[in-house]
């Protein structure tokens, strides 16, 4: 029985994401993700529980971020948003893919040099951290992400 409960609030939250990625007003932050869903709760932990020396923001995703948006990538859907350090956006962020389905999570940790001279390309300067182990479809698509931001050259 406590099976089937996870499952329907699982399909009622898709459900909800869904309606959410589809209407432009609507933002459901990766913080509100994982304090909503126990399952994408445990795949952030268990991201976790093998990292080392990461920020309280990133551990918790409680900097600004983007609202959630449904990805599709070689036919599965990822719910993709970006998180990054209160008053240093551009310089500490990470972008993070919750699998819909399999109840794994993904996440591209980004740093850019401090005082970094504007004449030179944060993209040559900046060093980027794989968590969770992402296969080459999701770095490509976390990648996008990152790539998708006007001042990233």
Not at 2 to 22: D, E, I, P, S
Request: charged share 25%; hydrophobic share 40%; proline share 5%.
């Amino acid at each position: 029985m406590q099976r089937l409960n996870v499952t329907v609030a699982a399909l009622l939250l898709g459900g909800v994401l869904t309606a959410q990625a589809a209407d432009h007003d609507a933002a459901f932050l990766p913080a509100e993700l994982l304090g909503s869903n126990a399952e994408y709760r445990e795949a952030w932990q268990e991201l976790l529980s093998d990292e080392q020396r990461l920020p309280d923001w990133l551990i918790n995703l409680s900097g600004p971020s983007t609202s959630i948006q449904v990805v599709e990538v070689d036919s599965d859907r990822y719910l993709v948003g970006q998180v990054c350090e209160a008053h240093n956006c551009f310089a500490q962020r990470v972008y993070v893919a919750f699998e819909w389905q399999d109840d794994d999570a993904y996440a591209l940790y980004v740093q850019v040099p401090d005082g970094l001279a504007e004449d030179r390309a944060p993209s040559e300067h900046a060093s980027l951290r794989w968590l969770g182990d992402p296969n080459e479809e999701i770095r490509r698509m976390l990648l996008e992400q990152l790539r998708s931001d006007p001042n990233w050259y």
